[in-house]
């Protein structure tokens, strides 16, 4: 693999690593190096290149629009759908409209959602932002709540990740205190899983899933 | 009513895969137009009337309109220049922007350029911005991102159809081992031009189980070009040019949970409320469900149809396809219709999708092992295709193990999101195709 041979170097100030949030687009750090470079891997040859470091982020002010009533739903612990007054199709995420050509975009109506649903699907998650890596390995499900034609994603609880598997029943809970987010909702897997996999398969996830947990476990121990 | 002409792709370049490549945005274009200079002598940039570029991400080339730095760069002001811009299926919905310009006599001689810069920001990073690409409000915040989603769709094809990580891991091996002779492809590059075996793969890092760190394509750094000219003066250019026969454009939706009982799919495929494995839950829509890619039909349908194709398996060649999983590679078998639902996994045991087998898949690499920056990779995978079908492969890698035997047509799929939208073109060496 080609590689950057640095020549002259200003390192930036540590801080950007953390805080590229307040980048303002200023050449915080720069390097002159030298790296194989051509158009093919069989025609390379050294060129001198000055590599920056240019932090940048912004905020965005998002409105969640006229499906707000799902997230000031999830505030008070109440899981929010809509469904088309016409065809009947319930949301949930939940559409201001409804979908279906002949129902000319009906505006659709709130309904409270039951707690339960099915595992559509899922996987488990090895590897995720930063702000999630404290939880690997954790479930992403795809759920379709009781009644509704569209299926929500979240974190699925309360059972080993190999143990998983599609069609299984599970129930909805919420966080203690919630924030407006999706996240204010998981899903726990209500009993015994209606369809298992082979103890082998079993085996060789839960095999797979070790080196993660050793890695998330000395992450917590190291702060 | 004008009558629409017939398009031919008459040349193309590659400036190779890697992360990061040194060069800027319009040096790497450059050097893939320059390619397709010195190859296609014939070809002239003060001829082109239309420049047609595709880029996938501002954020990562840290620039807007980055489109207009490669156009001015190549020196083709006041000449029009068009971005297209859709998803990973922007470079493929590019060609197809680029062929209805030049099919509807707007052009006569369009240049298609595509690149991405994908290693200015950490690779954690990346993976973030390709995750602002799906639902913001609903699936990222809840830890989601690409591996995921696509897991999550495996993972139900592995419950319905019994596909296994083995099946997948061979598709990765296949397509990283095939890129080893290809001197634009990136993963060469990163292994020391070395091969992987089956057990590498299943060895490698869980990103999102089912899938493995060796499962997923490369965040790559890169640029290409083809230039397409209406049958009027294809001559002027080449003789050997490769004709569009057919083209196909669908869409998904953009939330993997809404397909299921997706109404835009009532009632297309009759066949499949029957087929649906009778131990799984039926959704209204048994398929795509989130098993498979419904566009991808689509697309590939209506490309079939322009093209005369009755029979993919037996009429295409070979097939170029975005294999950002090795597991949505197995499914794409599926959805192209060149096997029935559940028995992708069929022909990667058989050996079908081999150079030597029936229907050759990515033997320039693919997405895993050629490279995927995002607006370059179906134009790069399409100068491929030019190669393959004019018997250039020998000549532009460094060996002639994956040119396709006699090779006449091909098949270029470009795909976005999870299968949210797809674009598909066939290539023929003919103009006018009798089957
Ligand atoms: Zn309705």
């Known amino acids: ?223 | 009513m004008r009558m629409v002409k017939k398009v031919a792709v008459v040349g193309g370049g590659i400036s190779r895969y890697e992360k990061p490549r040194r060069e800027n945005i319009a040096e790497m274009v450059a050097e893939a137009v320059l390619e397709s200079l010195e190859d296609y002598p014939n070809l002239d940039l003060s001829e082109v009337d239309n420049h047609v570029l595709s880029y996938f991400s501002d954020h990562f080339a840290g620039q807007l309109a980055a489109s207009w730095i490669p156009n001015d760069y190549l020196g083709l002001t006041p000449k029009g220049i068009t971005r297209v811009e859709n998803g990973g299926a922007g470079p493929g919905t590019a060609i197809r922007a680029a062929y209805a310009m030049v099919a509807s006599g707007l052009s006569d001689l369009t240049l298609v350029t595509g690149f991405e810069k994908q290693g200015e920001v950490s690779s954690a990073k990346a993976n973030e911005f390709i995750a602002l690409a799906s639902d913001t409000d609903f699936d990222f915040p809840v830890g989601g991102y690409y591996t995921g989603y696509y897991a999550a769709m495996i993972t139900r094809h592995m419950y319905l159809y019994g596909t296994s990580e083995e099946d997948m891991a061979k598709v990765a091996v296949k397509n990283r081992n095939y890129s080893l002779d290809n001197p634009y492809a990136q993963w060469p590059v990163e292994n020391d031009f070395k091969p992987i075996t089956v057990q590498d793969v299943l060895d490698s890092r869980v990103v999102a189980w089912p899938l493995k760190i060796l499962d997923c394509c490369l965040l790559s750094e890169g640029a290409s070009c083809i230039w397409l000219a209406s049958e009027d003066v294809v001559h002027k250019y080449t003789d050997e040019p490769v004709w569009f026969s057919g083209l196909g454009l669908a869409s998904d939706m953009m939330r993997p949970g809404d397909r299921p009982d997706n109404p835009g799919f009532a009632g297309l495929f009759p066949d499949e409320y029957d087929a649906y494995p009778s131990h799984a839950i039926k959704p209204r829509e048994p398929y795509p469900d989130i098993a498979n890619f419904g566009a991808c039909r689509i697309a590939a349908r209506d490309a079939y149809k322009m093209a005369g194709i009755t029979d993919p398996y037996k009429q295409i060649d070979f097939f170029e396809i975005h294999d950002a999983y090795d597991s949505a590679e197995l499914q794409t078998y599926e959805d192209l219709e060149l096997c029935k639902r559940g028995h992708g996994k069929d022909l990667i045991h058989e050996g079908q999708t081999y150079v030597d087998g029936d229907i050759p898949c990515n033997v320039s690499g693919g997405l895993q092992g050629f490279g995927h920056p995002v607006g370059s990779t179906a134009i790069g995978q399409t100068v491929e295709c030019l190669w393959q079908l004019t018997g250039r492969i020998g000549e532009k890698h460094l060996s002639g193990k994956t040119q396709v035997d006699g090779a006449e047509v091909g098949l270029n799929h470009s795909h976005a999101g999870t299968g949210t939208a797809l674009a598909v073109m066939i290539l023929d060496r003919e103009k006018d195709r009798r089957w």
């Not at chain 1, 950007?16 to 307040?22: F, M, P, S, V």
């Not at chain 1, 590897?127 to 299926?151: K, S």
């Not at chain 1, 059972?159 to 407006?180: A, L």
Request: glycine share 8%.
């Open chain 1, 1 to 223: 693999m080609s590689e950057d041979r640095i020549i002259k170097e200003k390192k930036p100030d540590p801080k950007w690593k953390d805080w590229g949030r307040l980048g303002k687009w200023e050449v915080a750090g720069w390097r002159i190096i030298e790296r194989d470079e051509g158009q093919r891997s069989d025609q390379l040859a050294p060129r001198t290149y000055m590599v920056i470091d240019r932090p940048w982020d912004v905020m965005y002010t998002h409105s969640y629009g006229r499906v707000s009533q799902f997230f000031m739903g999830l505030l008070e612990k109440k899981l929010m759908g809509t469904k088309c007054p016409k065809c009947g199709d319930v949301f949930c995420p939940p559409r201001a409209h409804c979908w279906r050509f002949e129902c000319k975009l009906t505006e659709t109506e709130w309904i409270e959602m039951p707690m339960e649903g099915t595992l559509h699907s899922y996987a488990i998650m090895g590897f995720g932002g930063e702000a999630f890596l404290d939880q690997l390995p954790f479930i992403l499900a795809y759920v379709r709540v009781d009644g509704a034609n569209t299926m929500i994603a979240g974190r699925l609880a309360g059972i080993r990740p190999e143990d998983v598997e599609c069609d299984t029943r599970v129930k909805i809970k919420f966080i203690d205190e919630p924030t407006g987010n999706p996240m204010d909702i998981y899903f726990e897997m209500d009993g015994v899983p209606e369809h298992s996999k082979p103890e082998e398969q079993k085996a060789r996830i839960r095999e797979k899933l070790k080196p993660i947990e050793e890695w998330v476990a000395e992450r917590k121990a190291s702060g």
